[in-house]
Protein backbone atom coordinates (compact mmCIF):
# COMPACT_ATOMS: atom_id res chain seq x y z
CA UNK A 1 0.00 0.00 0.00
CA UNK A 2 1.10 3.50 -0.70
CA UNK A 3 2.22 5.65 2.39
CA UNK A 4 -0.69 8.05 1.83
CA UNK A 5 -3.32 5.52 1.80
CA UNK A 6 -1.44 4.16 4.45
CA UNK A 7 -1.64 7.08 6.68
CA UNK A 8 -4.93 7.93 5.58
CA UNK A 9 -6.36 4.16 6.90
CA UNK A 10 -4.62 4.96 10.07
CA UNK A 11 -5.81 8.39 10.33
CA UNK A 12 -9.40 7.07 9.35
CA UNK A 13 -9.33 4.26 12.47
CA UNK A 14 -8.32 7.24 15.28
CA UNK A 15 -11.48 8.88 13.76
CA UNK A 16 -13.38 6.48 14.31
CA UNK A 17 -12.05 5.91 18.27
CA UNK A 18 -13.37 9.26 18.83
CA UNK A 19 -17.16 8.46 17.77
CA UNK A 20 -18.20 9.56 21.86
CA UNK A 21 -17.21 13.12 20.74
CA UNK A 22 -19.60 15.61 22.08
CA UNK A 23 -19.22 19.23 20.13
CA UNK A 24 -19.65 22.25 22.48
CA UNK A 25 -18.31 24.49 24.95
CA UNK A 26 -19.30 23.92 28.75
CA UNK A 27 -20.87 26.74 30.62
CA UNK A 28 -20.61 27.64 34.37
CA UNK A 29 -24.08 29.23 35.04
CA UNK A 30 -24.91 30.90 38.26
CA UNK A 31 -28.10 32.49 39.23
CA UNK A 32 -30.29 34.10 41.51
CA UNK A 33 -33.51 31.80 42.70
CA UNK A 34 -35.30 35.15 43.79
CA UNK A 35 -36.39 33.94 47.00
CA UNK A 36 -36.78 36.40 49.70
CA UNK A 37 -33.96 36.56 51.99
CA UNK A 38 -31.67 33.99 50.86
CA UNK A 39 -27.40 34.42 50.09
CA UNK A 40 -28.29 35.10 46.39
CA UNK A 41 -29.95 37.99 47.06
CA UNK A 42 -26.89 39.53 48.64
CA UNK A 43 -24.70 38.23 45.33
CA UNK A 44 -23.63 34.82 46.59
CA UNK A 45 -25.70 33.34 43.78
CA UNK A 46 -26.22 29.99 43.41
CA UNK A 47 -23.99 27.40 41.77
CA UNK A 48 -22.40 27.18 39.37
CA UNK A 49 -24.85 24.43 37.33
CA UNK A 50 -23.15 23.46 34.05
CA UNK A 51 -24.25 23.68 30.27
CA UNK A 52 -23.15 22.28 27.24
CA UNK A 53 -23.32 25.27 24.79
CA UNK A 54 -23.78 24.59 21.16
CA UNK A 55 -25.01 26.15 18.05
CA UNK A 56 -27.62 24.41 15.91
CA UNK A 57 -29.47 26.02 12.76
CA UNK A 58 -27.81 29.56 14.12
CA UNK A 59 -29.38 29.18 17.66
CA UNK A 60 -27.55 28.76 20.70
CA UNK A 61 -28.43 25.44 22.86
CA UNK A 62 -27.94 24.79 26.29
CA UNK A 63 -28.22 21.30 27.50
CA UNK A 64 -27.61 20.86 31.26
CA UNK A 65 -24.80 18.43 32.35
CA UNK A 66 -25.55 16.96 35.64
CA UNK A 67 -22.02 17.35 37.59
CA UNK A 68 -22.41 13.52 38.12
CA UNK A 69 -22.26 13.63 34.57
CA UNK A 70 -18.95 16.45 34.34
CA UNK A 71 -16.22 14.12 33.54
CA UNK A 72 -17.45 12.17 31.04
CA UNK A 73 -18.81 15.23 29.25
CA UNK A 74 -15.61 16.64 29.15
CA UNK A 75 -14.17 13.23 28.11
CA UNK A 76 -16.68 13.07 25.03
CA UNK A 77 -15.50 17.09 24.48
CA UNK A 78 -11.89 16.01 24.16
CA UNK A 79 -12.46 13.12 21.62
CA UNK A 80 -14.24 16.12 19.85
CA UNK A 81 -11.53 17.73 19.94
CA UNK A 82 -9.01 14.73 19.00
CA UNK A 83 -11.56 14.38 15.94
CA UNK A 84 -11.04 17.91 14.73
CA UNK A 85 -7.23 17.46 15.05
CA UNK A 86 -7.51 14.23 12.82
CA UNK A 87 -10.21 15.91 10.45
CA UNK A 88 -7.15 18.20 9.52
CA UNK A 89 -4.73 16.06 9.21
CA UNK A 90 -6.76 14.04 6.97
CA UNK A 91 -7.35 17.15 4.68
CA UNK A 92 -3.63 17.58 4.58
CA UNK A 93 -3.50 14.44 3.69
CA UNK A 94 -5.86 14.53 0.90
CA UNK A 95 -4.85 17.71 -0.47
CA UNK A 96 -1.21 15.86 -0.80
CA UNK A 97 -3.30 12.76 -2.50
CA UNK A 98 -4.79 15.27 -5.16
CA UNK A 99 -1.57 15.96 -6.02
CA UNK A 100 -2.52 19.74 -4.72
CA UNK A 101 0.81 19.80 -2.15
CA UNK A 102 3.95 18.43 -2.52
CA UNK A 103 5.26 16.66 0.55
CA UNK A 104 8.29 18.94 0.67
CA UNK A 105 5.98 22.03 1.35
CA UNK A 106 5.03 20.38 4.97
CA UNK A 107 6.43 22.50 7.93
CA UNK A 108 7.94 20.24 10.65
CA UNK A 109 6.28 21.03 14.04
CA UNK A 110 8.13 23.24 15.72
CA UNK A 111 9.13 25.52 12.75
CA UNK A 112 8.23 29.08 12.67
CA UNK A 113 6.23 30.93 9.45
ZN1 LIG B 1 -31.17 31.99 46.32
Same mark, same amino acid.
Request: proline share 6%.
Given at each position: MKRLEREKAKLLREIQGCSGMLQGSLVALYRKC %? @? @? %?? !?CERG? @? !? %??AYCLSFKEGGVTQMVYIPVSRLKEVKRAMEAFSRYWELGVRLSRLNLEAMG?? =?? =??VRKKGSTG
Open positions: %G @K @K %GC !HQ @K !H %GPLR =RR =RD
